[in-house]
């Protein structure tokens, strides 16, 4: 196995004179996560001597924070699930899921996940961690996820996400043409009453916002670029079929199959700065096979 996960630091004269506590707390190192490398093997080194929290920093001190041990998750198995890994360091993965993987097991789909094929390549790799998927996709909606190697750079990439780093690009094929080029659908996105699954437009639900925009018209269908403001379950599907077009094959929310077999939904494009170096980050990933087979027979 790899060795546990450590940050490193030079501390310069802006933080001489500052205790070591308040410097993590600038490094975005929560308070829980402090105690846990106290108390489940972690460690604080200064110049590689170990210290507690409330030693007073000097300039060019070299800072070492070695987090405890992960464990994978419990009840989720390695399997040996090839991937397309689009980029990857020692802290992120970012990887192009096909549609008919789940993100995570459920109880109708309990193996070939997500994050049963990552267990299984950290296993691989020699990497001691869970499976920390940042972005999720439905199970049929294909295109790019973005995945933490650790707790603490997943928990650096969600205060991202809060505060609208995180930017997904979509494309989609809507039933019937769109008469606008370009638009959004601002509507209130709640749990349906009867349904444990299935989301609607509703006054008492959470704020959600689609930018959309009209790539093409063919005759039976709009194909679509989609940016989201929010990230609710299931948006844009809801919002498109609240508009009157919903997604092709998409039959949770009044869409058909006669085209294609699962929604016409692909996250093609993510944007968000590296959680370590702050460098701004940009993938992309073409449309699957399914979805340019429909546009090669529309032409």
């Known amino acids: 196995m790899k060795p546990n996960f450590e940050l490193h630091w030079t501390i310069n004269q802006h933080h001489a004179g500052q ?3 308040e410097f993590l707390k600038e490094k975005e190192i929560s308070r829980i996560a ?4 106290k108390f489940k093997g972690g ?3 200064v110049n590689n001597i170990e210290v507690n929290v409330r030693y007073v920093l000097k300039a060019d001190d070299i800072v070492t924070v070695i987090f405890p041990p992960e464990n994978p998750s419990e009840g989720v198995s390695g399997e040996k699930i090839k991937l397309e890994i689009l980029f990857e360091d020692p802290f992120i993965l970012v990887v192009n899921k ?3 993987m789940s993100t995570i097991p459920s109880r109708e789909h309990p193996r070939g996940s997500l994050a049963n094929a990552l267990v299984g390549y950290y296993e691989e790799i020699g990497i001691r961690a869970t499976s920390h998927i940042v972005t999720r996709l ?3 909606t294909s295109g790019i996820v973005l995945i933490a190697k650790h707790r603490h750079v997943h928990h650096l990439l969600s205060k991202q996400q809060q505060n609208g780093y995180v930017k997904r690009t979509y494309e989609a094929f ?18 349906k009453t009867d349904s444990i699954i299935e989301r609607e437009v509703r006054n008492d639900g959470q704020y959600a916002c689609t930018h959309y925009n009209v790539l093409k018209r063919y005759t039976e269908f709009s194909h679509v670029e989609l940016q989201l403001e929010t990230g609710r379950t299931h948006q ?4 498109m079929s609240f508009i009157g077009h919903p997604l092709l094959g998409d039959d949770l929310y009044g869409g058909h199959h006669f085209l294609i077999s699962r929604q016409a939904l692909h996250c093609k494009k993510i944007h968000f700065l590296h959680p370590l170096s702050g460098m701004e980050m940009n993938f992309s990933a073409p449309l699957p096979l399914d979805m340019n087979e429909i546009i090669k027979a529309a032409l």
């Open 138 to 140: 439905d199970r049929d």
């Open 19 to 21: 205790m070591i506590k």
């Open 236 to 239: 844009i599907r809801v919002h």
């Open 34 to 37: 402090l105690t846990d490398i």
């Open 98 to 100: 096909p549609a008919g």
């Open 174 to 191: 809507a039933e019937g043409i769109l008469k606008h080029d370009m638009g959004s659908i601002e509507e209130h996105i709640g749990r």
């Open 43 to 45: 460690k604080i080194l």
